[in-house]
Each structure stands twice: as structure tokens, then as C-alpha cells.
């Protein structure tokens, strides 16, 4: 991901990220399982695509 650790926590507490809480109280353990982050990714990668327009013009 190429993100710093603490950001990783952060986004995990806020639901932005798909990851999975052990334990109460302020100090959770997280774990993130690599498919779902796999999938998380390759969403986000697909919805910010967007199909290319031709630039070509039909010449006769």
C-alpha cells in the first residue's frame, strides 16, 4: 500500500479500509486479510477509471 502504519490504523478505525478487529478497549489488534485488500484496491483502481474517448476523426 505505501502507506505509514498509523495511517493504515486510522483508516481501518473509520471503516475505510476492510479490516477485521481483535479484542476491546483503545488498544485493538487489527488484521487485514491480503485478498480483501487485494479486491478493496482493484474497486478503486476500476471506479476511478473511465472509458477513454476516441480522439480519431473519421477522414473520407
Given amino acids: ?3 505509514h502504519r ?5 483508516m ?3 471503516g ?3 479490516a477485521h478487529p481483535l479484542g476491546d ?6 488484521r487485514f486479510l491480503l ?3 487485494d479486491a478493496w484496491l482493484r474497486g478503486r ?5 473511465r472509458p477513454c474517448s476516441s480522439t480519431e476523426r473519421n477522414v473520407q
Fill in 25 to 30: 478497549g483503545t488498544r485493538k489488534l487489527w
Fill in 6 to 10: 498509523r495511517t493504515l490504523l486510522q
Fill in 45 to 49: 483502481v476500476n471506479s476511478a477509471c
Fill in 1 to 3: 500500500l505505501s502507506i
Fill in 35 to 37: 485478498s480483501e485488500l
Fill in 16 to 18: 475505510f479500509v476492510p
Fill in 12 to 14: 481501518a478505525r473509520t
